[in-house]
């Protein structure tokens, strides 16, 4: 008879929960070695002997305080869902600071089991952990795993599956020396419960469980709920009010985790040998990553670093795609006049589709290349000490610490930096965040720099490139400053982030992690960029008498005349950039491909296809300053409809959303006009 089995991993932030989750299940989930990865609950599924596992991979959490929204969903899950047995991963490394939330779940009297994750770096230490005793002192099972080199992953599941209905060990072993020569009352609590209290707090425990049960009847997690009352966790006291107006006249909440804190010490000296043999490695990098002063420059100068390696090695490669992609083209225009395919057709297919799409494609090797040196970075455990370099700034433009934490995953990609904001506290500071995070420059606008860098500035392309990304962090402090400044509630929440261990990467962590991000972008380039090309297409050969052979007729001409005057102080006054622009907010590649389709350019990105767009656009008074005033009215205007759709679910409101797109429209076209006029003003001087 098989039976199911539900399983829920719960860990502090970076523990290797995901990873551990992926080497079980298959799924390729984003892992990365910095906080705040997994911001929903992921579900799997899993055949060990005669038993069906269905794993569920829960967000980071340090603990069971529902202040965050990825503590609000772990604790909802594990109280309402019926879980069978948690699976708390603990950082090997980090022990001291993980212990807290394994003794939080294990006053649940949910089955624990232990799953300590990590032993290599603990090994490179020179300490050593004593498993057995570890396992007494907490009373449940303790199993040494290892998710990245996926070892003890059928011990850790065996254990699982015996575990199941099963508490704490009911005769723990006492730990405290001094506990034998206390009073009976404690010594016998120690045996049933690995984390006892004072007397005074275990006797209002106890006051307050007999409340509970008297009024609820069989309540489970009694001794967890009767805590929370005594921390007085306004959630809890909603859900289950009782009157405690004789038994507490204040919080306990600190005493609690003092009292937890001191357990911790204990099992730490009794557990952990040779704490202090060797100098963590760290340290010693982080005195210089984290400098005060030279933060922020290595910072800058990593970054520009990829955009170097993003430029050169990415230009060598896509070569084979120009020449492929220019092939095939031919190949089919070829198939499709000795098919005798009509004009229309031969123009839809070989001007719209492969042109459109064909002209994203050849982008490929520089995106591969961008995300690869981003998955390194993630995967270090650097972009944490990034959060941590720019925590001043953040504080000083009223922002939380935590906002750089989605502000960088802006740059993969806006959908998620967006959904990351939930491990903001405040509302106020969840919509501030919110606002600027379109800000930073996401992968989908790298073909637009790439193009017209390299069409307008030469060598210098890299730079113009790079400079995008700068502008993008300063527009958003300068927003968040100015906000926080007009809004009658200034202040910001000191950031609170766990700087990992650095290590080596892990290939399979940066594989799964770049062949996702390629597959997105493959999956738009044959869907999203596919359909708006068709679209693009079809508004500049039709007009209101039919289909058109001078595109200055047909309906895309018509919208972009209209627009036009309103962009011309930014220097984007012709009607094709109005008509790319729009086609945009589908998504931010398609503006390249609307390039290819507005100016009959097949391979936009090979150096033909690019000075033939140089020229025609040179032809229009279209030159570098304008180019430059288009990157960056690309990178501050409407985001992608994939990220308006996520604003509009995570803020649930319709007026907030439209509000977020005219902002966002309106500092696009004032940071663009400034930089156009201004650029204008001194090379008219300069001309003079």
């Known amino acids: 008879m098989k039976e199911d089995l539900q399983v829920g991993f719960v860990g502090n932030p970076n523990c290797g929960k995901t990873t551990l989750f992926n080497a079980y299940t298959g799924a390729n989930l984003k892992v990365a070695n910095w906080p705040g990865v997994t911001v929903e609950k992921k579900e799997g599924a899993l055949k060990y002997h005669d038993l069906r596992f269905r794993l569920v991979d829960l967000p980071g959490i340090y603990s069971l305080t529902s202040y965050t929204m990825e503590e609000k969903l772990t604790r909802e899950y594990i109280l309402n869902s019926n879980v069978d047995v948690i699976v708390n991963i603990v950082d090997a490394s980090s022990l001291e600071r993980n212990l807290y939330l394994t003794l939080q779940l294990i006053e649940l009297g949910i089955p624990v089991v232990v799953a300590l994750n990590m032993m290599d770096i603990v090994e490179e230490r020179g300490m050593e952990i004593d498993l057995h005793r570890l396992q007494e002192m907490l009373g449940v099972p303790v199993v040494p795993v290892s998710a990245r080199k996926r070892t003890g992953l059928d011990i850790l599941m065996h254990t699982v599956a015996h575990h199941r209905g099963k508490g704490i060990n009911s005769n723990l072993e006492c730990h405290h020396g001094s506990m034998k020569q206390g009073e009976g009352r404690r010594y016998a609590r120690h045996k049933k419960y690995p984390v006892v209290y004072s007397d005074g707090i275990e006797d209002k425990i106890n006051i307050i469980s007999d409340m509970l049960r008297a009024k609820y009847g069989k309540l489970e997690h009694i001794r967890w709920y009767a805590i929370k009352h005594l921390e007085m966790d306004a959630e809890v006291q909603a859900k289950y009010p009782i009157d405690l107006s004789k038994v507490l006249k204040r919080s306990y909440e600190e005493d609690i985790i003092n009292q937890k804190?001191?357990?911790?010490?204990?099992?730490?000296?009794?557990?952990?040998?040779?704490?202090?043999?060797?100098?963590a490695a760290t340290d010693k990098v982080d005195r210089i990553l984290t400098n005060r002063y030279l933060g922020l420059p290595i910072f800058l100068g990593i970054m520009a670093v990829i955009f170097f390696l993003t430029f050169q090695i990415g230009d060598m490669i896509k070569g084979v795609f120009e020449g492929g992609l220019e092939a095939f083209s031919d190949v089919v225009l070829n198939l499709l006049n000795a098919m005798h395919a009509g004009k229309f057709i031969t123009s839809l297919v070989v001007d719209g589709i492969i042109a459109g799409v064909g002209g994203i494609l050849t982008f490929l090797p520089n995106i591969f290349i961008l995300f690869l040196a981003l998955a390194f970075l993630e995967d270090s455990g650097y972009m944490a000490r990034v959060a941590y370099v720019m925590e001043g700034i953040m504080g000083k433009v009223g922002l939380s610490g935590r906002a750089f934490i989605p502000m960088?995953?802006?740059?993969?990609?806006?959908?998620?930096?967006?959904?990351?904001?939930?491990?903001?506290?405040?509302?106020?500071?969840?919509?501030r965040t919110i606002l600027v995070t379109p800000f930073m420059s996401c992968s989908a606008r790298l073909p637009i720099y790439v193009l017209f860098s390299q069409m307008f500035f030469g060598e210098n392309a890299m730079l113009a490139a790079f400079s995008m990304y700068l502008i993008g962090i300063l527009v958003a402090i300068i927003v968040a400053f100015i906000i926080n400044k007009s809004s009658e509630k200034e202040g910001y929440t000191n950031l609170l982030i766990e700087l990992p261990?650095?290590?080596?990467?892990?290939?399979?962590?940066i594989l799964i992690y770049v062949w996702e991000k390629v597959k997105d972008y493959l999956s738009k380039a044959g869907t999203t960029i596919f359909a708006a090309s068709v679209v693009v297409w079809f508004v500049l050969n039709f007009g209101p008498n039919g289909m058109v052979k001078d595109m200055s007729q047909s309906f895309g001409a018509m919208i972009g005349k209209a627009i036009a005057p309103l962009l011309a102080p930014a220097g984007l006054g012709m009607w094709q950039v109005v008509v790319a622009l729009i086609s945009g907010i589908a998504a931010k590649e398609v503006v390249v491909s609307s390039f290819s389709v507005l100016f009959h350019v097949n391979n936009i990105n090979t150096a033909?296809?690019?000075?033939?767009?140089?020229?025609?656009?040179?032809?229009?008074?279209?030159?570098?300053?304008?180019?430059?005033?288009?990157?960056?009215?690309?990178?501050?205007?409407?985001?992608?409809?994939?990220?308006?759709?996520?604003?509009?679910?995570?803020?649930?409101?319709t007026k907030w959303t439209v509000f977020t797109i005219l902002f966002q429209l309106a500092v696009a076209w004032v940071v663009s006009v400034l930089i156009f006029q201004i650029g204008s003003f001194f090379l008219a001087g300069g001309a003079a």
Do not use: H, W
Not at 261 to 279: G, H, R
Not at 413 to 427: G, K, W
């Open 261 to 279: 804190y001191d357990f911790i010490e204990a099992i730490i000296e009794e557990v952990l040998v040779n704490k202090s043999s060797k100098a």
């Open 408 to 431: 960088l995953l802006g740059f993969g990609c806006t959908v998620p930096a967006i959904m990351a904001s939930r491990s903001l506290e405040n509302i106020e500071d969840r919509r």
């Open 501 to 509: 261990e650095y290590k080596a990467p892990n290939m399979q962590t």
């Open 608 to 653: 033909a296809g690019m000075a033939s767009l140089t020229e025609t656009l040179a032809g229009a008074g279209f030159g570098a300053l304008n180019a430059y005033s288009l990157m960056v009215f690309c990178l501050l205007y409407i985001p992608c409809a994939a990220t308006i759709g996520v604003i509009r679910r995570e803020m649930r409101s």
